[in-house]
């Protein structure tokens, strides 16, 4: 990136409602082992009755704003990677907005599914270098058991709630950490792998008709597997190639948390030891656009943002979309 942006605080919320292996064993044919050796998660946090999408990057934008040491009436734009936003419209940004008790922000909800937090990246980034006192926050939330078809046993092991935030600007800090380089890329063409239709002007509803199975997550997961991985590795090494890195000069990798067989998968094909990659999928699931925000949001609470070190993130999401970005506290 020819002007160097940076991230001035990050935040992590996921709801208090946690459900288990255990418990979904008493909803669908499935077992803890089953979901374990097949998706290394335990459990997965969900929203309780009521609580929305906006609910939960409120509670993750209120934490990256005190951990920027910032008043959010120093704000300026609100950004929110969601694929479960509370309605169409108004956008859940604008929610976000209310909710903090703030008006007059630029507010705008993007979509790249379980890449959106990346790509927002890039969008924030951006905006930061052509409004230099810009203070941008950054949410990616999923309510995404809203989406889920709690009878797929293939598809509502894998996923859970929660949202995580960051605050990005033009202007360092003595604890910033540094946006060096932002990679994303996409295939259209590979859109039918990973879908929610039902709702949408191809699939629009009609009142009184039962809710169709296209209103939920449809995944065909071999060929999600497949080109996952295939796209994150390629996408790591022309960032790492473009910076001069080496996979020996990356301290921490955090990849999408899909599942740990596509987390293990990356790791061992970029020649990045397990100590190194950053793993919270069997606590919280696949979040998709909150994955990698709670993951840096959990990372940097637990001390794990130690200054100097050079942070690798990749994603992978419907649409198809991926990215990586390298980062440097």
Same mark, same amino acid.
């Given at each position: 990136?020819?002007?160097?942006?940076?991230?001035?605080?990050?935040?992590?919320?996921?709801?208090?409602?946690?459900?288990?292996?255990?418990?979904?064993?008493?909803?669908?044919?499935?077992?803890?082992?089953?979901?374990?050796?097949?998706?290394?998660?335990?459990?997965?946090?969900?929203?309780?009755?009521?609580?929305?999408?906006?609910?939960?990057?409120?509670?993750?934008?209120?934490?990256?704003?005190?951990?920027?040491?910032?008043?959010?009436?120093?704000? +300026?734009?609100?950004?929110?990677?969601?694929?479960?936003?509370?309605?169409?419209?108004?956008?859940?940004?604008?929610?976000?907005?209310?909710?903090?008790?703030?008006?007059?922000?630029?507010?705008?909800?993007?979509?790249?599914?379980?890449?959106?937090?990346?790509?927002?990246?890039? &969008?924030?980034?951006?905006?930061?270098?052509?409004?230099?006192?810009?203070?941008?926050?950054?949410?990616?939330?999923?309510?995404?058991?809203?989406?889920?078809?709690?009878?797929?046993?293939?598809?509502?092991?894998?996923?859970?709630?929660?949202?995580?935030?960051?605050?990005?600007?033009?202007?360092?800090?003595?604890?910033?950490?540094?946006?060096?380089?932002?990679?994303? +890329?996409?295939?259209?063409?590979?859109?039918?792998?990973?879908?929610?239709?039902?709702?949408?002007?191809?699939?629009?509803?009609?009142?009184?008709?039962?809710?169709?199975?296209?209103?939920?997550?449809?995944?065909?997961?071999?060929?999600?597997?497949?080109?996952?991985?295939?796209?994150?590795?390629?996408?790591?090494?022309?960032?790492?190639?473009?910076?001069? &890195?080496?996979?020996?000069?990356?301290?921490?990798?955090?990849?999408?948390?899909?599942?740990?067989?596509?987390?293990?998968?990356?790791?061992?094909?970029?020649?990045?030891? +397990?100590?190194?990659?950053?793993?919270?999928?069997?606590?919280?699931?696949?979040?998709?656009?909150?994955?990698?925000?709670?993951? &840096?949001?959990?990372?940097?609470?637990?001390?794990?943002?130690?200054?100097?070190?050079?942070?690798?993130?990749?994603?992978?999401?419907?649409?198809?979309?991926?990215?990586?970005?390298?980062?440097?506290?």
């Amino acid at each position: 990136m020819k002007n160097k942006c940076y991230i001035r605080g990050f935040g992590a919320f996921v709801p208090e409602k946690v459900l288990t292996n255990f418990d979904l064993e008493k909803m669908v044919d499935t077992s803890d082992e089953w979901i374990r050796t097949r998706t290394g998660i335990e459990q997965r946090h969900i929203v309780a009755e009521g609580q929305s999408t906006s609910d939960l990057t409120t509670q993750a934008a209120k934490a990256a704003i005190t951990d920027a040491k910032m008043n959010r009436e120093e704000l +300026s734009h609100i950004l929110v990677a969601t694929c479960t936003p509370d309605a169409y419209c108004p956008n859940t940004a604008c929610i976000t907005e209310d909710k903090l008790g703030l008006k007059g922000l630029m507010a705008l909800d993007l979509s790249a599914a379980c890449s959106g937090f990346v790509y927002g990246l890039k &969008l924030a980034s951006s905006l930061a270098q052509t409004e230099e006192n810009a203070n941008i926050l950054l949410c990616g939330g999923e309510s995404m058991s809203s989406r889920i078809n709690w009878e797929d046993r293939n598809t509502c092991v894998l996923f859970g709630d929660g949202a995580g935030a960051v605050v990005i600007s033009a202007t360092p800090t003595e604890d910033s950490t540094t946006i060096v380089d932002i990679e994303l +890329s996409s295939d259209g063409s590979l859109c039918e792998l990973l879908t929610i239709r039902g709702g949408g002007s191809s699939l629009p509803y009609k009142v009184g008709q039962p809710v169709p199975e296209e209103h939920f997550v449809m995944m065909q997961g071999r060929e999600v597997f497949k080109h996952a991985v295939r796209s994150m590795v390629g996408v790591c090494n022309t960032i790492m190639e473009r910076n001069g &890195l080496s996979a020996d000069d990356i301290d921490i990798l955090i990849p999408h948390q899909a599942n740990m067989r596509i987390i293990e998968a990356v790791g061992k094909k970029l020649s990045i030891d +397990s100590e190194r990659v950053y793993v919270n999928v069997n606590k919280v699931g696949n979040t998709s656009a909150a994955s990698i925000p709670i993951a &840096l949001g959990q990372a940097k609470a637990a001390g794990i943002l130690e200054p100097g070190k050079n942070i690798l993130l990749t994603t992978f999401g419907g649409g198809f979309t991926w990215g990586a970005a390298l980062l440097r506290t």
